[in-house]
């Protein structure tokens, strides 16, 4: 896109996002940049609404005083227990988390600031607006919190749409990504007890190994997915890490292991659960063991929804903001909850730039956004708020 045509953000939120990438939170402890939200909010006139201690989410209503539509825009606010590397794809980078071991490797100090610059350029212009603009910050988006976000809303008569972006290092700044249907995964996460019985190395044969017994449920777990899925549907089972036995010579009692299924049909994600619960079941059986599968943090696809898609095309046309092709994101979002309340939709902002080395992936060390995706964010939102509201 052409960058001298497109507003840039404010200088104070510029200053505030990379204050904020300074100080980065983790999930539930965003006390300090919630504080900073509120005051931001409450500066330019928006009522600020806070959930209950120990919650950190807080909105903002935004009544223009005239009948209208009512439209919710959602940032996310929380960093990630990583430690940030001082260098980018290319080069060092400007300035560093100063909070040892959180980052913000997911760009959520983009969201957070992106939508209090789209607060200002919107309580600027409030006087040509009708209806009422609620703006959502969440708290602990990265560990599956962020209810209480939802539970505002609600209290404040809810929406009659959702609109959210997420920034991503996959494509270049100045694109978007609006994408039909699921832009997310939905993902269920998994633990499983396998029971055996503990023996020495040298005789396996008067114990029950639950080591082979999980090992073999690791690879049965890998074929549901290429032999019992449509090979169309995009779907995975991860086990991420797995725990037993203490030491050379003994077969221990017990082990586990824990990882996620992702997927972007509903019924399918229900179909792997079931399909993982059998093969454990199953593969336990066969050895003499017991296995059990426990299941949580269900959190289901962002899936979009075709109106807003379509006006958010239109939004991105109108501010010259490229529209590329690109693909559903595999990763999971607690947006996706929003739609228990109202229709939903997400835009992908790209903030990857090969000339400056912004560009590693979200949730990686070298992560580093495009500082110019701000204006993007704040340009496409105002452009979308005005027509959804028209
Ligand atoms: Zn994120």
Known sequence: MDFAKLAPASAEALELRRDLHIHPELS???????????????????????APAPGRSLIGVLDTGRA???????????ALPLRENACNLKREKGFLSANEGVAHMCGHDFHTVGLLETAGRLAAMKDSLSGTVIFCFESGEEMGLGDDVRALLAEQGGADAVFSIHVQAD????????????????????????KGKSSHGATPHLGLDPLNCAAQILVTANSIISRRVNSREAAVITPCQIHGGSTWNRIPDDCFMEGSTRFFDKQIGRDLHAMLDQTVAG???????EAKASWRNLTLPVVNAPELTQLARESARAVGIDL????????????????????????????????????????????????????????????????FLA
């Open 324 to 387: 590329i092709a690109g693909q559903p994101w595999m990763a999971s979002e607690t947006y996706a909850r929003f739609s228990e309340i109202c229709p939903t939709f997400m835009a992908f902002t790209g903030c990857a730039n090969a000339e400056t080395g912004c560009g590693a992936p979200q949730h990686s060390d070298r992560f580093e956004a495009d500082e110019r995706v701000l204006a993007v964010n704040a340009a496409l939102t105002v452009e979308f708020v005005k027509r």
């Open 28 to 50: 539930g402890k965003e006390e300090r940049t919630a504080n900073l939200v509120a005051a931001w909010l409450e500066k330019l006139g928006i009522k600020v609404m806070r």
């Open 171 to 194: 494509y270049p700044v100045g694109s978007v990504v609006i994408l039909d249907g699921s832009c997310t995964a939905g993902c269920e996460t998994f633990h499983i007890d396998v």
């Open 283 to 289: 593969v336990a059986a066969a050895c003499g063991c």
């Open 68 to 78: 209208g539509k009512r439209l919710a825009l959602r940032a996310d606010m929380d």
